[in-house]
Nanobody
Framework: QVQLVESGGGSVQSGGSLKLSCRFS????????LGWFRQAPGKEREGVAA???????TYRGSVEGRFTISQDYAKDTLFLQMNSLKPEDTAMYYC?????????????????????WGQGTQVTVSS
């Protein structure tokens, strides 16, 4: 059973930076696909960033150029470096994953693909 554990959230001022980590364990083969999502109070959960099998990333438009997703395969850890944070980035951030039907991860931000979720880590950005 795959487990995902996020860390690294916190409170920062507008323009600040945070780096989120997601330690994943229990996966049994390599086509385990990962992404970052967030949910602000009163809003739907939305995709933030995902990484494909080649290491290329997909970002939602509002974070493009400010956030960077990366993966350390040796340490089984997914990261989200967040720079130039804005108050509208305030949300609970979740790491999520699923096994790809094929052998490759497409780097999708579609929530319906992901079936395993971490507990979340809170990010609060003040103006």
């Amino acid at each position: 059973q795959v487990q995902l554990v996020e860390s690294g959230g916190g409170s920062v001022q507008s323009g600040g930076s945070l780096k989120l980590s997601c330690r994943f364990s229990g996966y049994t083969y390599s086509s385990y696909c990962l992404g970052w999502f967030r949910q602000a109070p009163g809003k739907e959960r939305e995709g933030v960033a995902a990484i494909d099998s080649d290491g290329s990333a997909t970002y939602r438009g509002s974070v493009e150029g400010r956030f960077t997703i990366s993966q350390d395969y040796a340490k089984d850890t997914l990261f989200l470096q967040m720079n130039s944070l804005k108050p509208e980035d305030t949300a609970m951030y979740y790491c999520a994953g699923y096994y790809s039907v094929g052998e490759l991860c497409p780097g999708t931000l579609s929530l319906s693909e992901y079936n395993t979720w971490g507990q979340g880590t809170q990010v609060t950005v003040s103006s």
